[in-house]
């Protein structure tokens, strides 16, 4: 629920506008039943709220908003503005997920592979119509450790659990929550100066700012930092080293804690530069010219096991997030340093004229890198960011388990080798860490240009017809949208320029493959009736 208030005060050229929002939000998991299923028996659940569960909403917050105005020189055509906001984060029902017993959970186990050349082995190749094919049956069986064997399959394959609580009301639920807990929020400020040039043409320059505080925290007392032991091994890319972190502690249930995390570790900012020129001309031309210069910048140094609305995986607090931990370029360098990093640079023209015989010819003009999401550290259940950054940074990827071997064009390392040692034990399984700082590999850049023509056409007053056909991207540009990232049997793709000779592969240092490009050049007709 949500109650606003704003008003409007002028005080000779000075306009103020003010508001206060008041927001209270509460959420409750109903009581829940389910069967017995392969890795966990029937389970049955009361129903849970604020009441039971301290903090978990049933939050009462402010969240202020102001505006000024002022009229330079009193004659409206120069402005000074400046802004300023408190906007909590949008919660629905997923703040709940991480205490209902119901939720999703996941785990890495190791799968013992039947050796596919043992006699009666599920594995074994079989031939259809003459052609040697995979074994339809050749999947992981069983529970944990081989328990819960299937019938007509034999023993289950499935190594021991991670977590001796999985599947338990403890590993459903399994978090204490800091009766303190709330959600997130960000500061967004913004000033800038608006003059009309000339008539109908007016110049805008902004500067915006937006900072996230309280980002949710998990902890896991269970696996503190004696848990881990750091190795040294070799970055494929570049030959400089990496400390990597394995974990020797293995079997603890998790003991897990979610609050917030403090802004020292966990910090969000973005920070643009904002020009652009409109013009309103006579005879209903009109033309838009804007720069726009920004960066948003991620700290995620608060090795946390999950976020708001998810604790999958291994709920560990994990070391190797560490790595290129954080974009301010402050702390953990010696586990990876970022360098500074560099802002985006994004253009727009966009304009109309009207010529002979009711036509009017249009034509726009796009310039920036393809938004993706930089990755500095893998989490557990998968890949993500604590953040939302979008300044077009390319992640490298390595996804490494203790049978991982070096690609075949690595840099100071042996192609083939062992990354660890045999026998090596890797306690989490896997591990995926990323071999560049972010803003080092950065996104192709799509320019693309587009045109328009259109004819109004009236008839008995009450109909119009307006046809029209356009054309986009008209250079037809073929800039990747999305690429690999991750790196497979070969580095050679994924080598910087400056690792690349006269005798590389040709395809060396260009980069993941592709999976789509920018949509080719396309011709669109349509016809608007109004009547």
Known sequence: MGLFLMDTWHFKRVAITAGLRWEYLAAEIEAENAPAGRFVPARSFPKTTC??????GCWKDWAPRLGIVYDVFGNHR??????????????STGFTNNFNPMTGVSQNVTWNFPDPKAAGSPCAPVTFAGVVAPNPNCYPTGGFVGAGVLPGIGA?????????????????????????????????????????????????????RRSQYQQTLILNYAVGPDAWTPVTITNPLDGSPITFYNLIKTGTTPALFQTNAPQRLARNTYTGYETFVTARLPHGAFGVFAWTIDRDLDRSCDLSAGTSTSITGN???????????????????????????????????????????????SASF???????????????????????????????????????VYPANCVGCTPGARVFPTGFVLGQASETINLVAPGQVLTPRLNQFDVGLKKTIKFRERYVVEP????????????????????????????????????????????????????????????????
């Not at 009441?51 to 978990?56: D, R």
């Not at 120069?78 to 919660?91: D, E, I, L, R």
């Not at 800038?192 to 320059?205: C, M, P, Y």
């Open 366 to 404: 796009y310039s920036n890198r393809y938004q993706y999401a930089y990755t500095p550290a893998p989490t557990p259940g998968g890949i993500a960011t604590a953040g939302v950054i979008n300044n077009g940074y390319l992640s490298r990827l390595w996804n490494l388990t203790s049978n991982t």
């Open 51 to 56: 009441s039971t569960i301290k903090g978990m």
């Open 315 to 361: 709920k560990l607090n994990d070391p190797n997030t560490l790595r290129y931990c954080d974009m301010f370029g402050n702390l953990y360098q010696e586990l990876g340093k970022v360098p500074s990093q560099p802002w985006q640079n994004e253009f727009k023209v966009q304009g109309a004229i009207p010529i002979r015989w009711g036509l009017v010819a």
């Open 156 to 208: 289950g394959t499935l190594g021991p659990s991670i977590n001796p609580a999985f599947g338990s009301i403890a590993a459903g639920t399994g978090v204490s929550l800091d009766p303190n807990w709330h959600r997130d929020y960000n500061y967004q400020y913004n000033a800038g100066i608006q003059h009309e040039l000339a008539k109908g043409v007016t110049l805008n320059l902004n500067w915006y």
């Open 468 to 531: 029209e056909v356009q054309v986009f991207n008209i250079l037809n540009s073929n800039a990747a949208v999305t690429e690999a990232v991750t790196l497979a049997g070969d580095a050679t793709a994924f080598l910087p320029k400056a690792a690349c000779t006269a005798s590389s592969p040709a395809n060396c240092g260009l980069g993941g493959t592709v999976t789509t490009i920018t949509n080719p050049r396309l011709l669109r007709l349509a016809m608007l009736f109004r009547f």
């Open 78 to 91: 120069t402005a000074v503005k400046a802004g300023f906001g408190k906007y909590n984060s949008a919660y």
